[in-house]
């Protein structure tokens, strides 16, 4: 595709948290699911509720969550010189991304 320069970054961040009904707050907040196709439907009963509770580790401050982050770019020299100088590198219609639509 002529890409030229690729810049790949990695960044692990860690939260603390006091408890694991902590950590699940924020993450009904921020949306995050589990989006395997096989996972068990329905509500969590407290059977599985204490097995998820005991299996994080904990620590002085109770428990930590870690997410790695990253994010990859690469640039395209521009063919056009007036278009380069202006710092345009590449322009993507974003009508062209495609959407995931969560049953």
């Known amino acids: 595709a002529g890409f030229k320069k690729t810049v790949v970054d990695r960044e692990l961040y860690t939260l603390q948290y006091a408890d694991v009904r902590a950590l699940m707050a924020e993450l009904q907040a921020i949306g995050a699911t589990d ?38 770019m690469a640039f395209r020299p521009s063919q056009d010189p007036a278009t380069a100088e202006d710092g345009v590198v590449a322009v993507i219609d974003a009508t062209h991304i495609p959407r995931r639509y969560r049953p």
């Open 35 to 72: 989006a395997r196709r096989d996972r068990p439907r329905g509500l969590m009963g407290r059977k599985r509720w204490n097995a998820l509770n005991a299996a994080y580790p904990r620590n002085t401050h109770g428990i930590d969550s870690s997410w790695e982050v990253i994010n990859a």
